[in-house]
């Protein structure tokens, strides 16, 4: 019996990888990868290791879950190492749960290797912090996508009542989500940051308010991966941004509107 690793690769910037992650890709025999992990990890693998995409777009899947669960059960139980590399973290709106529990329904050996989440890497590229005690003491996760006809099930009206709200893959139903918080009572002034493809060198970030959300995303052709910021701590951004002050504008760049 083989081994299957479920493995967080971070939020896109490669040098984020956990050492121990690192260790997994270098000595898998196999690494199945998700469509938002950074290619240049996939360097470190064995020369012999077999690589398989399984990335997921919206309306197209390289390879569905179901048959993702299925492959790496079939490759442990052929004695083989599997990393499962996924961006972010495994267990943050990565489906990461469901293949442990596969994995655990067949018997396979596995480990969980945490990854650094978009929700905390891409407003810290960004200079916001998700807390300060000077703006906000609570902080929350929330996926921004939904399945066609699918009933929503997020709580809106708690979440309207957390200081800040990382919302993750939410641009398309940015119009809904701006709605549920300005109806439950959340100003129109509170700040918002959008960050486009947060920690790599095509970082691009708009700073705006919940009123305003959707024309300046439209504006600055906003699309995912995003992570969505909701909260005071984005008033931080003026006075610690760090990335994009440092590679400037031929890696990443401010849109100001």
Same mark, same amino acid.
């Given at each position: 019996m083989g081994k299957v690793y479920l493995v967080g690769a971070g939020p896109g910037d490669p040098d984020l990888i956990t050492?121990?992650? $690192? /260790?997994?890709?270098?000595?898998?025999? @196999?690494? $199945?990868?998700?469509?938002? @992990?950074?290619?240049?990890?996939?360097?470190?693998a064995r020369p012999k290791a077999e690589l398989i995409y399984c990335g997921k777009l919206p309306h197209h899947h390289a390879m569905k879950q179901e048959l993702i669960n299925q492959t790496l059960v079939k490759y442990a139980k052929k004695g083989k190492i599997v990393t499962r590399l996924k961006g972010g973290d495994p267990f943050v709106f990565g489906r990461g749960g469901e293949e442990a529990e596969e994995?655990?329904?067949?018997?396979?050996?596995?480990?969980? @290797?945490p990854g650094i989440t978009a929700g905390i890497a891409a407003p810290s590229y960004a200079g916001i912090p998700v807390t300060h005690r000077n703006y906000g003491s609570s902080f929350a996760f929330v996926t921004g996508h939904m399945k066609n006809g699918e009933e929503d099930h997020i709580k809106w009206e708690a979440l309207s009542q957390i200081d800040t709200l990382a919302i993750y893959m939410g641009v398309k139903n940015l119009p809904y989500i701006q709605s549920k918080l300005l109806? $439950?009572? /959340?100003?129109?002034?509170?700040?918002?940051? $959008?960050?486009?493809?947060?920690?790599?060198?095509?970082? /691009?970030?708009i700073v705006t308010d919940l009123q305003h959300v959707i024309q300046d995303a439209e504006k600055g052709e906003i699309e995912n991966p995003c992570m969505i910021v909701i909260g005071e701590v984005v008033k931080m951004r003026e006075k610690i941004q760090w990335f994009e002050e440092s590679f400037g504008e031929t890696i990443a760049k401010e849109v100001v509107l």
């Open positions: 050492v121990k992650g $690192l /260790k997994c890709i270098k000595n898998a025999d @196999v690494i $199945l990868y998700d469509r938002l @992990v950074n290619r240049e990890l996939l360097e470190y994995l655990a329904k067949n018997q396979i050996p596995f480990e969980i @290797v109806d $439950l009572g /959340k100003n129109g002034t509170t700040p918002v940051a $959008l960050i486009n493809w947060g920690t790599t060198f095509q970082q /691009k970030t």
